[in-house]
């Protein structure tokens, strides 16, 4: 008999359940959001053996960029990983201990440059159950009313350069928006303000409102049902991720690295099979192919490079050549990026103490950069002092060249511009 209810059409005659205030974080508020207020008693006629939080409907639905609806389905019913993926501590404590922060910055902004005066905002420590998704929990970073209509506010933090363009765009991550939506359902409110901060002013701080919508709200809340439905019945979901690369990782960690001498396991014979080894195939062959066809746009790239180059002064890095009276062609001329090596035997050789100075389990490099950092700051003293100066030698390896490349540049970029924005 299946344990999920499904309303069908959505309801909004109702309020949200409270099962209790917890301290986020606590062993209480983990037990809680696991399996409702009764965690600790399976026999409970109340224990709710599988739950679905906020942060669990991104990865439901596949918008997740951390985790694959494959990996959640495996953490609820139990199964654990050859390899265990590591937590990252230091950035879950400063989301949670900037929450206030982010919160306060929310309300100012409100205030100040939205011109909101009538505003009321408030931590709420309540866990919330939704009465007809039993499944369903949530606990809000905050409440808040707005010229007296209730309504909630999530706070986030983010430090990727990618993701603040967004932010600044109007554009969240879809996992936080569904997150939002989710927490719109429990609670039965008609708006959430997703609100983050990437530093310390009101430049850098987005608000973005987010209305409900009962469409997408049916079709989430019943997507988020399947997939209880699924740990119900022990049925593995079909994989739904933002990536395949986040797939094959979290097979990784799964099955465990393979050992160095374990022996080829021969597949069944199977039609299925057959068909995923030859679609493989054929993408091996296009690889190769487009990998050839790239080599030859380069050599003709390369060539171009050079033409250009004799027109233009020796070293530059950028020219500019006009089309007609409003366009210019700006062509940026890009060197190849190398990275010099380090010839590690020849100091141990040569500078023996040295060596050993910067030999912990191995030869720590960095270690040696900053010892000689230290014998130069020494050596400018020394000479103005007269004093002795202590010989610091270049022990860099210069980066090997293929014989076909060509020693200058790596490629070019042309794109026409305005005659003002050529400068």
Known sequence: MSKVSNAGTINTNYKPIALGKYVDGSPEWLGCRKHGPHYDDPTHPEYIEYTAGGSDVGVILGVSKFKTNLELFHQKTGLKTAVEKPMNEEALRAGHELEEFVANMFVRKMKEDEGVKDIEIWNDTTMYQHPHYPFALGNF????????????????????????????????????????????????????????????????????????????????????????????????????????????????????????????????????????????TELTARKEKAEKALETIEAEEYALVNAILSFAEAGTEYATYRLDDEKYVAISLKYKETRTGFDEERLKAEQPDLYKQCLVEKFDKALYDKITKEIVKENKKAQKAGGVIKEVRNYKIAPKKKLDEPVSLKKIEIKECAVEEAV
């Open 141 to 280: 970073d905050r409440r808040v009313k707005v010229n007296g209509v209730e309504g909630l506010v999530e706070c986030k933090t983010t430090s990727s350069y990618s993701d603040i363009k967004n932010w600044k765009l109007g554009i969240p991550p879809k996992s936080y928006e569904y997150q939002c939506r989710y927490y719109m359902a429990i609670a039965n409110v008609e708006f959430v303000y997703l609100t983050c901060s990437w530093g310390f002013t009101k430049a850098e701080n987005a608000i973005i409102l987010i209305r409900r919508d009962m469409d997408i709200e049916q079709q989430m809340m019943s997507s988020v049902a399947d997939f209880i439905e699924c740990c119900y019945e022990g049925k593995e979901p079909e994989p739904c991720v933002k990536s395949e690369k986040m797939l094959a990782e979290y097979y990784t960690r799964l099955y465990g690295e393979p050992a160095e001498n374990a022996p080829a396991v021969e597949l069944p014979d199977s039609y299925e099979i057959y068909e995923l080894i030859e679609k493989a």
